[in-house]
């Protein structure tokens, strides 16, 4: 047979077309897949890293908490301490949920910038016999 390799034999490659343009003729939705990928991956990395970050700094106030319990004189002192430590806590946390939110939404943002960008160019290449101008 002509499309199938001698047994064995893998330096013989047919050639054939990748299943991309199948999907795309399918589904137009996948045409905009290379969009989600780049931006995902980009997002992860971008999350990661700002939590990362926010965990290292927080996990050296929560080491310092000890000291500064062992510091108070009083029961007033010590509630002081520990209401400041959850307030700071609780301000540190939502400041970093506000970043991640701000990270999501900008490359969902970027995300649809390009798509809409390549629906834009996609509706300029048709013919005008659809119903999609």
């Known amino acids: 047979m002509l499309d199938r ?9 047919v050639p054939a077309p990748g299943i991309a343009p199948f ?9 905009c897949m290379h969009f989600w990928s780049s931006s995902a991956y980009k997002l992860g990395g971008d999350v990661a890293e700002s939590w990362l ?4 700094e927080r996990w050296l ?3 310092r908490f000890p000291q500064q319990i062992a510091a ?7 509630n ?4 400041e430590f959850w307030q700071q806590a609780s301000k540190d946390y939502s400041a970093e949920f506000n970043q991640l939110a701000d990270i999501t939404w900008a490359a969902m943002r970027e ?6 960008e390549n629906a834009a160019s996609d509706a300029e ?9």
């Open 125 to 133: 290449k048709c013919c005008g016999k659809c119903s999609s101008k």
């Open 53 to 56: 970050h926010f965990l290292g």
């Open 23 to 31: 999907l795309n003729a399918f589904n137009p939705a996948t045409g």
């Open 61 to 63: 106030k929560d080491l």
């Open 5 to 13: 390799p001698a047994w064995r034999d893998t330096n013989l490659r």
């Open 80 to 83: 002081v301490a520990v209401s």
């Open 111 to 116: 995300t649809m910038d390009g798509a809409s």
């Open 72 to 78: 108070c004189k009083t029961a007033d002192d010590v």
